[in-house]
């Protein structure tokens, strides 16, 4: 019965840090390239239209509630377990969803690398 | 466009924040023992952010995130992600020479893996997908497409 509350905390994981992370992206790609608005604008147009960004907010949100599942997953599996598979799992959702979502072109190569990088967090485990 | 030397600070930044700001909190947690989450243990973690590691901590976190905001600003998603997970090898490695941890076999092969990773993600283009921001949209459509092709 704690095996399915783990890894029901590790697909909550999994899916709210993705539909974080994808917001969060959305978000910056339409406020556009910070560096260039701090030299042009100053940081304070910079902070404010990050912060005015609805999706920014709703991003932030959905951290905090990936924040929170991982707390609950500790608290019923290993350290060794939940953390490994959802940050690995992640990776793989992140790719997924930022084809569909964002409309990235994740070719071949960035395939391998988020495989790659999927493996090597989950052998971290060990 | 190949990145310029700031935004490759950028992305270290946020490797280095993420693992720093990780490391610094869980040594400051370490000073507050076992916690229950319950209300009648929150005045402990209120007292929690006056803990010199753990202040030090959230302030790098607070930078990892404007790194990490920052660099979603320019790069796509699914290079960023990639590109900055060596923080889980530094992680490896600050727990192996500060906190004497030993870092197996396997978790050699998890190193290596990571790394080749980063490597591979590191030598493609870094933004494939141009969204215009609303009021700049003059001098930002003039970009090149970058064919589906090219780059896998």
């Known amino acids: ?19 974080g992370d994808v917001l969060l992206s959305y978000s910056m790609k339409r406020v556009g390239d910070v560096g260039e608005l701090w030299k042009q604008r100053g940081m304070l147009v910079v902070l404010g239209r990050v912060l005015t960004t609805p999706t920014f907010a709703l991003g932030l949100g959905a951290m905090a509630v990936a924040f929170y599942s991982l707390l609950f997953g500790l608290s019923w599996g290993n350290l060794s ?12 959702a992140n790719a997924l969803a930022a084809r569909i ?3 990235e072109r ?9 495989l790659l ?10 | 466009m190949p990145l310029t030397f700031r935004k490759y600070l950028v992305l270290a930044g946020i490797t280095i924040f993420s693992t720093a700001g990780d490391s610094l909190l869980a040594r400051g947690m ?10 009648h243990n929150l005045p402990g973690l209120l007292l929690a952010i006056v803990n010199p590691w753990v202040a030090a901590g959230i302030l790098s976190l607070l930078a990892f995130f404007s790194c990490y905001m920052s660099a979603l600003s320019w ?10 997970s060596l923080s889980y090898v530094l992680v490896a490695f600050v727990g192996h020479f500060s906190l004497h ?52």
């Open chain 1, 1 to 19: 019965m704690n095996d399915l509350y783990t890894w029901g905390a590790i697909g909550l994981v999994i899916l709210a840090s993705t539909t």
């Open chain 2, 75 to 84: 790069a796509d998603l699914t290079y960023v992600l990639p590109a900055t």
């Open chain 2, 101 to 152: 941890e030993t870092i197996s076999p396997m978790r050699w092969l998890g190193i290596a893996l990571i790394a080749c990773g980063v490597g591979f993600v590191a030598a493609g283009p870094s933004l494939t997908h141009r969204h215009v921001p609303p009021d700049q949209g003059s001098h930002e459509v003039a970009t090149a497409p970058v064919s589906r092709e090219a780059q896998s």
């Open chain 1, 101 to 103: 979502f964002l409309h």
């Open chain 1, 106 to 114: 994740v070719g071949r190569r960035r395939w391998i690398a988020a």
């Open chain 1, 81 to 92: 377990l939940v953390v490994p598979a959802s940050a690995s799992l992640t990776f793989v």
């Open chain 1, 117 to 126: 990088v999927a493996a090597g967090v989950l052998l971290m485990a060990f």
């Open chain 2, 30 to 39: 370490k000073d507050f023992g076992n916690i229950n989450l319950s209300l």
